[in-house]
C-alpha cells in the first residue's frame, strides 16, 4: 500500500510505500485496551496517603475507664470511629499500581493504532519540518497549510488534542517552534507515547523514508 508524503506548504511530492505489518493490521480493541490500561497505570504515581490509627496523632491513654460511665466503651482516640482518628481502607504510598507490559504487546498495539489512523485518513506523511528560526508564526503556517489536505480539514483549528508529530531526530528548533500549541505534541519517534497517540485525532509522521524502517525494525 502506497501513501501521499507532503512538504509543508501541504503539497504533494512523492509517494512511500506503507509495510502491511505495520500499516495493515486489523483493529484488536482487546491488546489496545490491555495495552494503554497497563501504560497509565505505570504512570500512577501512587501519592494519595492517609494514616492508619498507629500513626495518626493522640491516643495511648483510654479515654474513659471501661464500665459505669454510661458511655459506650472506646479503647483510644485513635480509633477509626472518632474524629481525627486513623482511617480506615484508605489510600495507601505503598502501593504498587505497576503492571508488566511485554514488549511485542506494545509494538503490536503500536502497529494496530497506526493501522486504524491510516484506514481513518489521520496520519500525514511530511518531508521535512524545518525551521531557521524557531518561530511559533512559522509552525502556524504550517499546520494551517497541511489542513488543506483532504480529511485533515480539524488540524488547525480543533482546540484539544489535534496532533501528535514524530520526527525522525529530536530537532531543538521543531520543538520550540511548537511548543506553544496547547493542542500539539512534539517528539522524537522513540519518545513517542502511545497513549498519547490515541488521545490525539491526527498523528504527523516527519521523513517517513526513515521513520518506517525503524517502525518496522521494533517487530523483529
Known amino acids: 500500500m502506497k501513501a501521499s508524503i507532503y512538504d509543508t506548504k501541504g503539497k504533494e511530492v512523492k509517494k ?3 509495510p502491511e505489518t505495520v500499516f495493515d493490521l486489523p483493529w484488536n480493541a482487546d491488546l489496545v485496551h490491555q495495552v494503554v490500561v497497563s501504560l497509565e497505570s505505570n504512570k500512577r504515581q501512587g501519592s494519595a496517603h ?3 490509627r498507629s500513626e495518626v496523632r493522640g491516643g495511648g491513654k483510654k479515654p474513659w475507664k471501661q464500665k459505669g460511665t454510661g458511655r459506650a466503651r472506646h479503647g483510644s482516640r485513635r480509633s477509626p470511629i472518632w474524629v481525627g482518628g486513623g482511617v480506615t481502607f484508605g489510600p495507601r504510598n505503598d502501593k504498587d499500581y505497576s503492571k508488566k507490559i511485554n514488549r511485542k504487546m506494545k509494538v503490536k498495539a503500536f502497529n494496530t493504532i497506526l493501522s ?3 484506514r481513518d485518513g489521520e496520519i500525514i506523511f ?3 519540518l524545518s525551521f531557521e528560526t524557531p518561530k511559533t508564526k512559522d509552525a502556524k503556517e504550517v499546520l494551517k497549510s497541511l489542513s488543506t489536505i483532504k480529511g485533515c480539514e ?5 482546540r484539544k488534542n489535534a496532533a501528535v508529530i514524530a520526527t525522525s531526530d529530536y530537532n ?3 520543538f520550540r517552534s511548537f511548543r506553544n500549541f496547547g493542542n500539539i505534541k512534539l517528539n522524537a ?5 502511545l497513549i498519547d497517540v490515541v488521545n490525539h485525532k491526527y498523528l504527523i509522521i516527519e521523513n517517513p523514508e526513515k521513520v518506517i524502517p525503524t517502525l518496522q525494525a521494533k517487530i523483529k
Request: hydrophobic fraction near 35%; charge should be negative; proline fraction near 0%.
Open 16 to 18: 512511500v510505500d506503507l
Open 50 to 52: 492517609t494514616k492508619d
Open 116 to 118: 486504524q489512523k491510516v
Open 126 to 128: 511530511v518531508d521535512a
Open 154 to 158: 480539524t488540524l488547525a483549528t480543533k
Open 172 to 174: 531543538e528548533t521543531s
Open 189 to 193: 519517534l522513540n519518545d513517542i507515547d
